[in-house]
């Protein structure tokens, strides 16, 4: 017997048609709400999916629903005509024998091949999802359609797509569709969803569904579970970059050419780390790269091309620059040590301020005794990685609002991102500085469990500071 805590999971998965007039996003729907941008074909012409198409959605190795993709519905009002011609009033056929003459008609096969496949599916299934374009007016034709798809006697959910589209008619198809006693209905926009769209889309199907409605509160329990690791993960990946750039820090000479060598090789370091990143990233949400390539954003594209360690880069975005980060030919880096003539004495009251806690004189010993001898310290400045932060964050706002159908390139709005731009760094980073050891980028890396807890932390923070209210976690 199940207990309390075991998901009640279904021993054949649910059925659900997504139904609907042609190019109304029914294809996007599904990529969306099954995560995977790979699935069908979706273009900006009507007729794009000619066939009935399958896809599950499991909770682990189980498949909990299946969605059914189908051809969008090309001609209602002839349909609903044709029909009405093959059952004629006096013989009183109900609904389904309608559809039933209809399916065993010759222009079922012609004419009205696409309907046919949809009705056809229809009756198979549990429910289905009927996808509205709402920039459209609600025309006579949607309401044949639905009528001919109610007939078919399954319910039927009205999803409510383009519903941030500058002439979207919400309020209108509302009005229209309660009109026709349909009382449930989601708005799910396909490219942009609401956070909680998915959790409203089952909430109303659990409602029209009685009978399974155990099986879609697990799905909706499930998909909260994995956003919120999603998002976790996410803020861990941003928390591993900013530890191996905070904590990197590389000797060199104390002349001049070295210094700016120097600063070449973190700067490439620091890039290369970034943009390995934001793969990460895209990986992590499923999304492609070939996205951004062809789209040339964000990668090389105006912001997000910006260099990182461009002074300019650091005030437009916002961020309060510090010294280093406009300093010439070091631009972006802070140089430990390096004012000229330093004293022992004064050097080791600098040090303590700018690395916040030193791990023991002995590494701090050994750093003046570098300098001593003509070498100094090269790391990145506070407001480079700040604005590291800053990208990265928004970046992952971006992918947790983007629906897998979304066809233009992500757009990063970094002035959204809140608490980097004149904050002092996080004490965990602040931590992190004096730790060489904990880059991966630099040549002293050692694992370890205080670096391992410290990236939680900081992921932890992180993930924090950026949830606003009405936010779902
Ligand atoms: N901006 C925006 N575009 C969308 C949205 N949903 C779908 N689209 C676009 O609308 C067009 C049609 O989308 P499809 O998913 O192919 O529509 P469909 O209903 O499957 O079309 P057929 O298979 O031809 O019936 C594509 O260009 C999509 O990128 C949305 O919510 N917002
Ligand atoms: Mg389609």
Redesign the pocket.
């Known amino acids: 017997m199940a207990t309390h805590n075991e998901p009640q999971l279904p021993a054949t998965p649910l059925e659900v048609a997504v139904v609907?007039?042609?190019?109304?996003?029914?294809?996007?729907?599904l990529?969306t709400l099954t995560r995977n941008p790979e699935f069908?074909?979706?273009?900006?012409?009507?007729?794009?999916?000619r066939h009935v198409e399958g896809i599950q959605l499991l909770i682990g190795e189980t498949p909990v629903i299946e969605f059914f993709?189908t051809?969008?519905i090309e001609d209602a009002i002839g349909l609903a005509d044709y029909i009405d011609r093959l059952c004629p009033r006096e013989e009183r056929l109900d609904a389904w024998e309608r559809i039933d003459r209809f399916l065993d008609s010759v222009e079922s096969r012609r004419r009205f091949e696409q309907e046919a496949r949809v009705l056809k599916k229809m009756l198979d299934v549990d429910a289905a999802l009927y996808?509205i374009d709402t920039r459209d007016p609600m025309l006579s034709k949607h309401k044949e359609e639905l009528a001919t798809l109610a007939s078919c006697g399954r319910p039927i959910l009205p999803v409510l797509?383009?519903?941030?589209?500058k002439y979207q008619r919400v309020d209108e198809w509302r009005e229209g569709l309660t009109r026709l006693a349909m009382h449930a209905i989601v708005e799910f926009?396909?490219?942009?969803p609401p956070l909680d769209g998915e959790d409203q889309l089952y909430e109303r199907l659990a409602v029209l569904l009685d009978r399974h409605a155990a099986t879609l509160r697990t799905l909706q329990d499930n998909i909260r579970t994995q956003r919120q690791q999603r998002r976790q993960e996410a803020y861990r990946l941003l928390a591993e970059l900013l530890v191996d750039v905070a904590a990197l820090r590389i000797s060199t000479p104390a002349n001049p050419a070295a210094l700016e060598e120097t600063t070449q090789v973190l700067r490439d370091l620091v890039r290369q780390r970034e943009q390995h990143c934001l793969q990460a990233l895209l990986t992590h949400y499923n999304f492609r790269r070939e996205d951004f390539l062809q789209h040339t954003l964000p990668l090389e594209g105006e912001r997000w091309g910006m260099d990182l360690f461009s002074p300019q880069t650091l005030k437009e975005a916002g961020i309060e620059v510090g010294k280093g980060a406009a300093a010439g030919a070091a631009a972006g880096f802070t140089v430990d040590l390096i004012t000229a003539g330093l004293s022992l004495g004064s050097g080791t009251l600098i040090g303590a301020a700018v690395g916040g806690a030193w791990q023991g004189l002995d590494r701090f010993g050994k750093r003046l005794l570098g300098k001593l001898r003509g070498y100094q310290e090269v790391t990145v400045d506070n407001s480079v990685i700040r604005l590291l932060a800053a990208r990265q964050t928004a970046l992952i706002q971006a992918l947790e609002q983007r629906?897998h159908?979304a066809?233009d390139p992500i757009t990063i709005d970094i002035d959204r991102v809140a608490g980097f731009h004149d904050a002092q760094l996080p004490d965990t980073l602040i931590e992190t500085r004096s730790n060489p050891q904990w880059s991966t980028l630099g040549d002293a890396f050692e694992p370890s469990v205080r670096r391992q807890r410290l990236i939680e932390r900081l992921a932890q923070t992180l993930g924090e500071s950026q949830i606003t209210e009405g936010q779902i976690t």
């Open positions: 609907g007039h042609t190019n109304t996003g029914k294809t996007s729907l990529r069908g074909e979706v273009n900006d012409s009507p007729g794009t999916t993709d051809p969008g996808v797509n383009f519903t941030r589209h926009d396909t490219v942009a629906g159908a066809r």
